[in-house]
Nanobody, 129 residues
Framework: QGRLVESGGRLVQAGESLRLTCVPL????????MAWFRQAPGKEYDFVAA????????DYADSVKGRFTISRDNAKNAMYLQMNSLKSEDTAIYYC??????????????????????WGQGTQVTVSS
């Protein structure tokens, strides 16, 4: 629905770090499970990481586990993706997404793009070697 905005993407060298930020245009992100996806040229959306509405639970794709950290600060109304030890394979457009969920419910990781109903425009991350 285009109510989210990503920022922080840029050209970096392999091995460096980068932090992406996702913020809403108008609403409060509390109550929403959120996630990061990425899309390389000509490829499908790939799941990267997800975080529960309260920030207490996370889920990561195997390709980024141990290198990326998803977090959120509901008081600042922002969600983040800290990317360390970047590789050329991480080059892609990164999108944030959200779906409302009752915070009283147990966290259920959502790894398919179709499970989210709000998205940002994407931010380009390019890792050179």
């Amino acid at each position: 629905q285009g109510r989210l905005v990503e920022s922080g993407g840029r050209l970096v060298q392999a091995g460096e770090s980068l932090r992406l930020t996702c913020v809403p245009l108008r609403h409060t992100i509390s109550g929403y499970d959120m996630a990061w996806f990425r899309q390389a040229p000509g490829k499908e959306y790939d799941f990267v990481a997800a975080i529960s509405s309260t920030g207490g639970n996370t889920d990561y794709a195997d390709s980024v586990k141990g290198r990326f950290t998803i977090s959120r600060d509901n008081a600042k109304n922002a969600m983040y993706l800290q990317m360390n030890s970047l590789k050329s394979e991480d080059t892609a457009i990164y999108y944030c997404a959200s779906i409302w969920e009752d915070p009283r419910r147990l966290f259920r990781p959502r790894r398919q793009s179709g499970e989210y109903d709000d998205w940002g425009q994407g931010t380009q991350v390019t890792v050179s070697s």
